[in-house]
């Protein structure tokens, strides 16, 4: 418990100095919530899509997550699945999920442009081990957000990719490059994610990491993701002393 208290302290904290310090250049919905319920995404926000043709010829479900909406109106499955054959290593690397829905079909297959793995750069939280993280939207859906492995010799980070689950629909809203700048509780209702989709001139080889503290920042664009009714917000960002 103690150690949770100063996990949620140290989100409010980092995220506030951001909060304070930050002129937001532009918002926009990362999707579109039609008024009869539907989600359309919006391709300026799916930069990345390497779906191979086909359907893979072998399969190796190395995870299964069951979610049900608030409501209790609706139930998925998010299979985290590899190669037959190969076993999943402590790396975490997959390399594509499903989505399962009411009527135990597939509604959603996704790969990455590379292999997909845990958390960690999208929380800024090592050693996190969620295969995704969810968002709660409203009663009848969440935002789940993926990520894929980074290249340790390379300044791009590794990819986000966020699916929308609403009713009987799947849909991926966006798949670009991020890596979050502070801390990031996806479970908070005052959920708020900044995240750059560049990491070059900001390497210190003092701490072997990325150094993304606001000062390090000056006036380099970054982004923040929000939900607000129902859908996510993405806001293009600076730092300002």
């Not at 957000?145 to 966020?162: A, K």
């Amino acid at each position: 418990m103690k150690q949770l208290i100063k996990f949620v302290f140290a989100c409010f904290v980092v995220v506030n100095s951001y909060a304070q310090n930050i002129q937001i250049i532009q918002e926009t919905d990362l999707f579109i919530r039609t008024t009869d319920d539907v989600i359309l995404s919006k391709p300026s926000f799916i930069l990345i899509n390497n779906q191979p043709s086909g359907n893979p010829n072998s399969l190796n479900m190395y995870h299964n997550y069951q979610l049900q909406s608030l409501n209790h109106h609706y139930n998925w499955q998010v299979k985290i699945m590899g190669q037959d054959g190969i076993l999943e290593t402590a790396s975490h690397y997959y390399d594509y999920f499903d989505i399962i829905g009411n009527t135990d079909s597939v509604i959603l297959r996704w790969y990455g442009q590379d292999m997909l793995t845990t958390t960690q750069e999208l929380t800024h939280i090592k050693n996190r081990n969620n295969y995704f993280e969810k968002i709660s939207l409203n009663s009848d859906s969440y935002a789940l957000v993926f990520c894929g492995m980074r290249d340790s010799y390379s300044d791009v980070p590794g990819e986000m990719i966020i699916v929308v689950v609403n009713k009987n629909q799947a849909v991926v809203v966006y798949d670009d490059y991020a890596s979050a700048i502070s801390p990031t509780n996806f479970d908070s209702d005052t959920f708020a994610m900044y995240f750059l989709k560049d990491l070059s001139g900001l390497y210190n080889p003092n701490i072997e990491d990325y150094d993304t503290s606001p000062v390090n920042l000056g006036g380099r664009t970054f982004y923040r993701l929000r939900k607000d009714n129902g859908v996510l917000k993405i806001a293009q960002c600076r730092y300002t002393n």
